[in-house]
């Protein structure tokens, strides 16, 4: 519809031959239509598949009344599983981090005319897949189907993605969706568990930046051994926030 009605819109085009992309690419373009052209046909076709079925479980948590935190770390574990599968069987991890990739997630998971994220909120509201299905009108929900496929694919290449197991249990088995949120966020836990651990490196290099960019610190063999109250006085108040602010890139915010 957006499309249709002239709004700014950028897409991927992939195929193994760039003469027949490129060619593609002139034919569509347009003032508001951009395409983008990718010789990595499988990373765009498993991120245009695999998607759904992360709406679905984005749907699943607006359903059961949870809020935009919720719908923002299935998204960030989402595209991480999904690459995961997508290297796996041979894409690009590149591909997954553009628009056929983060893109697509983000609209599927977040779209009001999205199906999959539909039926997803519909299961989380209490209602059952059968009838979810027929109210569609004849509406495909491609997320359905592809959870099984995709499954056995993580299966024969030993990948976890524990989100698309969960809509398994819910679409196959009719298992309660909040209590697959509640499993979801202990497998986050855990999956996470390597992140943490660097995120706490990079926290402690943040520290001995920041001693001695202030000069809370002597410098030398023992730089990093800052007191706490020290960094209490630089930043007042506001050390927590500082200290999340800064931990990405080991850097002080705003500089």
């Known amino acids: 519809i957006e499309v ?23 034919e569509f373009s347009s003032e508001t239509l951009r395409l983008y052209t990718s010789s990595d046909v499988i990373g765009v076709e498993l991120g245009g598949a695999l998607k759904n079925v992360i709406a679905i479980a984005a749907g699943i ?26 290297v796996a069987c041979g894409g690009n991890p590149q591909t997954l981090a553009g628009l056929s990739g983060v893109g697509d997630l ?25 009838e979810i299905l027929e109210s569609l009108g004849g509406k495909v929900a491609e997320g359905v189907l592809t959870c099984r496929a995709a499954l056995e694919l993580a299966r024969e290449r030993k990948i ?16 309660d969706p909040r209590e697959a949120i ?25 520290l001995q930046d920041a001693a001695l960019d202030f000069n809370l610190a002597p410098r030398g063999p023992r730089a990093g051994a800052v007191r706490v109250l ?20 080991g850097r002080l915010p705003g500089r």
Do not use: Y
């Open 230 to 249: 020290d960094l209490r006085q630089m930043v007042g108040r506001s050390f927590a926030h500082v200290c999340v602010g800064g931990m990405t890139d």
């Open 106 to 130: 983000v609209l599927t998971c977040t779209g009001s005319l999205s199906r999959n994220r539909t039926v997803g909120q519909a299961l989380g509201q209490g209602r059952k897949l059968p």
């Open 61 to 86: 948590a607006v359903g059961c009344g949870l809020g935009h935190n919720s719908t923002a770390a299935l998204i960030t574990r989402g595209i991480a599983e999904m690459t995961r599968l997508a």
């Open 182 to 206: 509640r499993e979801l966020h202990l497998a986050f836990d855990q999956t996470g568990a390597g992140q943490a651990r660097l995120s706490r490196r990079v926290f402690h290099r943040w």
């Open 4 to 26: 249709a009605q002239g709004q700014p819109t950028a897409v991927t085009v992939a195929f193994s031959d760039f003469q027949v992309a490129h060619f593609i690419q002139q």
């Open 160 to 175: 976890e993605m524990p989100i698309t197991e969960q809509m398994e249990l819910i679409l196959e088995e009719g298992k």
